[in-house]
């Protein structure tokens, strides 16, 4: 297989382990140089900007404490931001889930009679497929953050939280650019690649019908929302159309206006090393600004807003006992930054149908199915994403919880059978035989050991290797040790009189 001109697309599915391999080689043959240098770009920055904050542990302390109690108090708090919203002339809608958000847009948007959708950057909107549903609806949907802009030509699904296009390095975009668009200049620098995306853009904003957003908290007392950005896209998006509707799942929601202080001292520092992002968007919407008609023949006089919030499987997540913590998760992509497997294969390879990383397989689990989430076998657990994250999610226990989850969902009847035949603890049958062997190749080794030299000799045939690798994916290439009659611990005890 050419690496070189597979899509992502192509091998989304991996809850299919072909799909999983082969994303895992795309990743690495085409993805990986640009991913680990982006990701350690934002690592360091992010050990500066962490280090300058005087107060970063009791900022943390107070952020997980926001996030529990609104979680604890989310019914409640979704009814007192309904009663807000409405009581300013906007609209509120809760829906179920993704089919209910992505209906109630596309009938907000057909009401409007909307040929023209700008859109900023929301992972939500990823997760329900939005932009599917509004494009078979006739409406044109233009992406308008850069990244997003560039996933879109590409038709890529995004590879990070905060950075979608991070798996791609300039000369990608250039090329990619010069076929889609046959452009005039040369767009051989990164200025140039943006100038030209700014221009493209420009009139889809004055064009727009209506804009859409996500949202990175909603305050329940006034019903303000805040967006963080880098390019100004969100500002023009919320602003310039005369329709605005925001999408966010519940959980974005907490209980008051002077608790988004900690979220945005640390959501910058924590996401790419920014002391403070570009732009820092704090609305209380609908707007009191005037419509201007840049489009022409406009029939809208008066400012619309629609919040969407929709549940999609939180409600159902916060039920949980063991995940419901990743309902704390504010987005900021610091856990996929510091992790080890994450810069070496991005978010195509490590990351589901939308979210990615460590965190990103309890979002899958939650929000859609849990085979989504099979990609979790490659968090070591490691640990290094506990201390990097700023509202201190465990999420390498997380993530095992949700492997044991697809072992037992699983149901390997060959593992669960062999099992019996090694000293494994029965609430352990349901893992891989591949974990089950090595977990116990104490056992095998001293096995191994006594039969010696007849051990070597079986191990090494063909028929052995071949068993070897389908049971327990051991490479019929890698050379196998030599088992010994007197093993280290026997010569050590000899050594030492014992």
Request: with cysteine; aromatic share 8%; proline share 4%.
């Amino acid at each position: 297989m050419d690496y070189k001109t597979v899509k992502p697309r192509d091998v989304a599915n991996k809850s299919s382990e072909l799909n999983f391999k082969k994303a895992i080689r795309m990743a690495i043959e085409v993805e990986s140089e640009a991913v680990r240098r982006n990701t350690n770009t934002f690592n360091q920055n992010r050990y500066t900007a962490v280090a300058d904050i005087e107060d970063y542990d009791a900022l943390k302390d107070r952020a997980r404490a926001i996030k529990e109690e609104s979680i604890a108090t989310i019914p409640q708090l979704i009814d007192q931001l309904r009663e807000q919203i409405t009581s300013r002339g906007g609209f509120f809608y809760l829906a179920k889930n993704a089919v209910d958000a992505n209906n109630y847009i596309k009938n907000v948007c057909v009401e409007h009679k909307a040929e023209l959708i700008v859109k900023a950057k929301s992972m939500t909107s990823e997760e329900t497929k939005l932009n599917h549903v509004l494009q078979n609806a006739g409406i044109e949907v233009a992406e308008t953050d850069l990244a997003e802009f560039i996933l879109q030509v590409a038709d890529e699904q995004p590879s990070h939280i905060v950075a979608p296009a991070i798996h791609r390095t300039r000369e990608r975009i250039a090329e990619l650019f010069k076929e889609k668009f046959n452009p005039d200049q040369p767009l051989e620098t990164g200025e140039e690649l943006t100038v030209f995306a700014r221009e493209w853009l420009r009139n889809k904003f004055l064009q727009a019908d209506v804009g859409i957003s996500g949202a990175n908290l909603i305050t329940a007392d006034t019903g303000t929302i805040v967006l963080v950005e880098s390019e100004g896209n969100i500002r023009m998006t919320t602003i310039l159309p005369p329709v605005h509707i925001a999408l966010a799942g519940v959980e974005k929601v907490i209980k008051k206006r002077s608790d988004i202080a900690p979220f945005i001292e640390l959501l910058a520092p924590s996401g790419t090393g920014q002391p403070l992002t570009s732009y820092t968007n704090i609305l209380r919407p609908p707007l009191k600004l005037p419509v201007y008609d840049f489009k022409g023949g406009r029939n809208a006089k008066n400012r619309e807003f629609h919040l969407v919030l929709v549940d999609n499987g939180r409600m159902a997540m916060r039920e949980d006992p063991v995940i419901k913590e990743a309902l704390y998760c504010i987005r900021c992509s610091a856990c996929l930054n510091v992790c080890t497997n994450f810069q070496t294969l991005g978010g195509h390879a490590f990351g589901g149908e939308t979210y990615s990383g460590g965190i990103g397989a309890i979002w899958e689990a939650g929000t859609g199915r849990l085979e989504n989430a099979r990609f979790a076998d490659l968090c070591t657990g490691c640990s290094r994403c506990i201390d990097q994250c700023p509202v201190r999610i465990d999420i390498p226990w997380l993530t095992e919880n949700i492997r044991f989850r697809l072992n037992v969902q699983k149901k390997d009847y060959l593992a669960s059978f062999l099992s019996r035949f090694m000293p494994t603890a029965a609430e352990d049958r349901h893992n891989p035989l591949q974990k089950q062997f090595f977990a116990n190749y104490y056992f095998f080794a001293r096995l191994g050991s006594l039969l010696a030299p007849l051990s070597n000799w079986a191990s090494s045939l063909v028929v052995s290797r071949w068993f070897m690798s389908v049971l327990f994916s051991v490479d019929k290439r890698r050379k196998l040790p030599q088992f010994k009659k007197e093993t280290l611990i026997a010569q050590y005890k000899k050594m030492s009189g014992e």
